[in-house]
């Protein structure tokens, strides 16, 4: 996983010396962050405070630069980096940089076995010209099925991950991977829900979950995915704009496509998301990959007796990169 440097920290301080206005000795979360000559803005104000000095998480900053009107600080408030002021001519700042981190995951065998009698293969099925060929089709059918339910379901074994001869080796899912923007309603800052108990998903609720990843992360979700619960209530969000005429004879209701300020996303129904939750994803950076040469395929086995039998057979894993470009919102009513 790759990652930028934070652009974006907030106070740790609850007394300000002489007062929240004209205070500039500042404690901050992570003062390894700020450097001196950064500009930064307090939110929900125009002020921009300059940094002179920065000695572990403690800035020293110049209040109101520019002539900017000095907010009222509080512990808590989050500060924006906006960019660093080089001088003219100085010798070029030690580097900074994030440490990338390699994320793995495991792979998967998917296999399920297929056998068909003589007499079966011979004889004449009414709609079926090759029992052994209906019966891998079936087979194929049903291991994509897997796939599909352990791409967004799957975790791996606690100990020994890598598998073994008594170890099943498993893959991790798109709801065991995501981990920084797991959002529920009315909760760390996310707006209420509707209903009696504020927690079914509403358009605020969603928006708002868009609006958190793409404030933290440069990814851009472009994929919903929700099981029927979750996709009749995004339906909904439109239920109030809807007309019909009197000659109309089909009735639509159906949100296929969700725009906002924070990307357009494409919204997909699965049978296997878990019903109180709504992914929000980044496709760009998810992809299911077979292992080198073992993509499903059929494996004839040995004859035994008058029958065939073979194997249909593969190993897949799911590529989940920048973790943090992705979210999921839980705890939704059902």
Known sequence: MDTLLPNTDALNQTVFTPDPQNATALTVNNGSRFQVGDLVRPDA??????????????????????NTTKATLNNGRRLFILANAVLEGADAAAARFTNRSRRQNYTQIFAATVQ????????????????????????MRELLRDLENCVINGTAPATNPQGGSTVRRTMNGIVKQVSTNVLQPNQGGMPPGGGAGQNELNEPVLNAALRTIWEQSNGQIDTIVCGGVQK????SFASTLRSYQPEDVKF????????????VCRVILSRWAPADSVLLLDSS????????GRSFHYKPLGAQGDADQG??????????????????VRGLAV
């Open 232 to 235: 009749r209530r995004i339906n």
């Open 116 to 139: 068909v009698s003589g007499s079966m293969r011979a004889a004449r099925t009414y709609g079926v010209e090759d029992e052994l060929d209906y019966q891998k089709q079936e087979r």
């Open 311 to 328: 194997q249909v057979i593969g190993e897949y894993t799911l590529e989940f990169r920048n973790e943090n470009a992705h979210g999921v």
């Open 285 to 292: 950076r998810v992809e299911v990959v077979p292992m080198r």
């Open 252 to 263: 639509r209701d159906m949100v296929g496509v969700y725009e906002s300020d924070f990307g």
């Open 45 to 66: 104000s125009t002020e921009v405070m300059f940094v002179s000095a920065v000695a572990g998480n403690t800035l020293t900053v110049i209040r109101g630069y520019g």
